[in-house]
């Protein structure tokens, strides 16, 4: 069965660095997006990418956060300038037109 | 808020019961998901419900939807020790457009005593 693929799966890094998360989502998906969960809270939407560009982003997702589909096959997230509250599980995902998900299995992000 | 919320956010039972979780919703959906998470671990997607369906089973799991009171449940039946997770329902809008964006519940942390 087709997988979403992330990594690295924990990555850890000192505060104002900047982070890549890398995904490769689903080939023949249209649509991509990137979700966070902070440590025991809900799952968020951070933003959703289609036809190369980003179709929608919440509060969330300010001028720090940035995602780039560089080849045609990886969809990255790009912190900038890490803050100890963007330690959270990141979550890739893809879905075709139905709207069928697959998430990957995440990276955890430690902001130290 | 579009936040989906579940009830009870925490539930204990015995191996071989029954566990029912709640999910409900403030607006017109497309579909509404289940998922499941180990604790800090990834999202398993467990199955899927369209808006024009009002029951859906899958092997232990059942899910029904009520649109007109905005609500779905998830029932495992027969519970193990090893369905310990949280659970966390997600749904689509209606008129996703260019997003298709999930909304997620606020899940139900289910502990399973064997």
């Known amino acids: 069965e087709p997988e979403v693929t992330q990594t690295p799966s924990h990555q850890v890094t000192q505060m104002g660095q900047e982070v890549i998360l890398r995904c490769v989502p689903i080939s023949n998906h249209l649509y991509f997006y990137w979700y966070r969960q902070i440590l025991g809270q809900k799952v968020e939407f951070l933003v959703s990418?289609?036809?190369?560009?980003?179709?929608?982003k919440s509060e969330i997702f300010d001028d720090q956060f940035s995602v780039e589909r560089p080849d045609g096959s990886n969809f990255t997230l790009k912190i900038r300038s890490t803050k100890l509250e963007d330690s959270a599980m990141y979550f890739c995902a893809s879905s075709g037109l139905l709207g069928g998900y697959t998430f990957g299995s995440g990276t955890r992000l430690t902001v130290v | 808020s579009q936040q989906g919320e579940e009830d009870p956010q925490a539930l204990s039972i015995q191996e071989g019961e029954n566990a029912t979780m709640n999910c409900s919703y403030k607006t017109s959906i497309n579909n509404l998901q289940w998922y499941r998470q180990n604790s800090g671990r990834g999202l398993v997607h467990l199955i899927l419900?369209?808006?024009?369906?009002r029951e859906k089973h899958s092997g232990r799991l059942r899910v029904t939807l009520d649109t007109s009171k905005k609500s779905s449940s998830l029932l495992i039946t027969a519970s193990r020790a090893a369905d310990t997770a949280s659970y966390f329902c997600a749904y689509l809008l209606t008129g996703g457009g260019a997003t298709n964006k999930l909304i997620f519940g606020t899940g139900t942390l289910l502990a399973v005593q064997p």
């Open positions: 419900i369209r808006s024009n369906e």
């Open positions: 990418f289609y036809n190369n560009e980003i179709s929608e």
